[in-house]
């Protein structure tokens, strides 16, 4: 009978812990889901105001500028739509060049330019990372539907 | 010529792995010694014709036939001879043939290493593997040929991603695959004593060593990777949760899981159907892992630039091999029982924890990795999940999990006391307690992390050395001398210790350099100075050199500490022309105590650059953790009971079995 009454306690404090693991983790995964936007959709202000969002599309040719403390860098990323303002304290990955496909993550600053705290950019010649692909997609079938109507 | 007789190996090859997964099962099924005898020479012969096209590959690559599109794509006529040869997985087709090759090693070893196994029972083993391989072979030959030909031959190839052209190159991909692939062993034997409805303790004892085998690789390949990924990448990360990290991180956890209940299953004959459940989903994490990196779904450092068919080939393959082995699963589950009952204090239940801990840990890791590709799939959307997540819930998981750790081993077989135990244990908790305070107390900052990360480090190497005490105290009376005593004990129990040690040393590392390191990004100008704590960097200026397919700008840094020289740092700023790329080399002076790391950003006006100096203290602890597990995982496979099994069989002599047991006892 003990034996019995000591599983049961154990099975159900088994039970509680998994509750609260759950929860936790489900609490924790959704303050850290990170979404994504194309400048257009930026533009249009569906972007969180505070928080954590990803950008992407092709880094504006001739809009990589150093600004004058050394560190920061600017640059403009377009969906060939809508372009937006892009901050960057920090060194650019190697890959990172103009006219081509680059993701950044970071915030909404003041003025409406984005403050980037990471800059993912492609890692081969062919290669677009798959939400810069999504973001001109996305802008060239606006443009085609615009077309049409 | 030679890539063609490559390509024509590899559809032989092809042809034997579908004569060796179909003929003996039927012949198993109908009773035709002639058919299931065919298992053995066809999965040679298989595995012969690979060879060749492997080879025949990595020919074309040494004489550099850039009339080959994937040489020409992958390889350039100034790449180091190291590179050219290890550029053959440098891209998506040869990595898949990289595969193929691992899968027919594994294969060949089985027919060697076998010999001892059941007929029937090997003939199955045998033809799963077939199966698995059939799968893998069509990949390659109809979506993914790298011996496709490129007409008019291109003058000089597109070289390799200068990424890529590093000694981890050499080492990290075929290690990884190594153990990714050597999981479908323990999948066989799974998916085999399904077909047979019979498990028990000598198919446990069966599958141990290679289940140990392929997690040993698959620890020494991730090591690998996150070190070459510390040094190569320049932003002075190990671990970064990327997507294709973590499709190898779950296989281990499961992986781990897997050894730990197949101990259960060989020396207690419980945990059955929970053991075949797991080697199912070790291999199909493996498999997810490998349509996660050859999909092209992710932004990663592994990802390819790939064709989507081939992402729904592999997703095809993975929903028959997954689904069949789990319908198989449930259909045959019940005949393989559920095994001997134990009480809910001891050594069983403990491992029970150990598995469901590791089990939940790999869960919350595939939930972060599948939901945004999942969410992506259904149209709502692009989303992310970010590091903190994995950070959070991977260490909250984890850390109970370690506690239990220190007293599983302790606990008695069957059943046990907890005041036992905890009598046995108090000096450990002494020490870690003691050490959780002290340590960051010396290193100058407290932490609610660091407290805990440094007590779990401390408890649970202080608790193997008292297992390791309590061990060679039990066998005093009958040993008295200390050398022949520690001798006596049996290799699989140092494997035990020693892995386990690992993981303290590796928390231990984890825990300070994330609670102690520190980053500056900077402007120097020539002769500047940098003071990090103690230290100070002077930045010498940079000067131009050339390498055999790049040129670098090298910097000059020494670091000095109360006007002593400490070290001379040389990172640099490669420029490979053949894709005009630029690649940043960190320079990294390791130690004991800390890393001193300096990368170079971008140059600035005035022989200024941008740099970024990080310091690292214990870093290297993280790698020299993950090698000591392998050291562990080694030393098990070393113990004599794996050799006298053989001979038990073959001889049927009682030796064996009194070693084997001698083994278990603790």
Known sequence: ?149 | MIPEIGHFSLILAFCFAIVQGTLPLIGVWQHKPMLANVAVPAARLQFLFIAIAFISLDYSFYVDDFSVLYVASTSNSQLPIMYKLAAIWGGHEGSMLLWVSMLGLWTMAVTIYAEALPQTFKIRLIAVMGMVSIGFLAFVIFTSNPFERLIPAALDGRDLNPLLQDPGMVFHPPVLYMGYVGFSVAFAFAIAALLDGKLDITWARWTRPWTTVAWVFLTLGIAFGSKWAYYELGWGGWWFWDAVENASFMPWLVGTALIHSLAVTEKRDAFKVWTVLLSISAFSLSLLGTFLVRSGVLTSVHAFATDPRRGVFILLYLVVVIGGALLLFAWRAPKVGLGEKFDVVSRESMLLANNVVLVAAAGSVLLGTMYPLLMDALGAGKISVGPPYFDAVFVAIMAPGLFLMGLGPLAKWKKASLPEIGARLKVAAVISVISSVLVPFIMGKMSLMVVVGVFLAFWVGSTSLILLANRVKSRSAATPNLVDNLKGIPLAFYGMFIAHLGIGVFILGVTLVKGYESEQDLRMEINDVAKIGNLNFTFEGTQTIKGPNYESQQGTFTVTKNGKAVAVLHPEKRFYPVQGSVMTEADISPGVIKDLYVSLGEPLEKGAWSVRIYIKPFVQWIWAGAILMALGGFCALADKRYRARNKKLSQGSKEGEQEAHEAFAS
């Open chain 1, 1 to 149: 009978m003990k034996a019995r009454h000591k599983r049961f306690s154990l099975i159900a404090a088994g039970l509680i812990l998994l509750v609260i693991a759950t929860v936790l983790i489900t609490q924790s995964f959704k303050s850290n889901l990170v979404f994504f936007f194309t400048p257009t959709q930026v533009e249009k202000g569906q972007a969180p105001k505070t928080g954590s969002f990803r950008i992407g599309g092709l880094v504006e040719n001739g809009s990589l500028k150093r600004l004058p403390d050394g560190l920061r860098v600017q640059f403009r990323v377009t969906d060939t739509a809508k372009t937006m303002q892009v901050i960057y304290k920090g060194i650019l990955p190697d890959l990172f060049k103009e006219g081509k496909g680059v993701v950044a993550e970071g915030k909404l600053g003041a003025a409406g330019i984005f403050e980037a705290d990471q800059v993912l950019a492609k890692h081969d010649e062919n290669y677009m990372p798959p939400e810069a692909a999504a973001a001109l997609k996305a802008a060239s079938d606006a443009k085609m539907k615009a077309g049409t109507m």
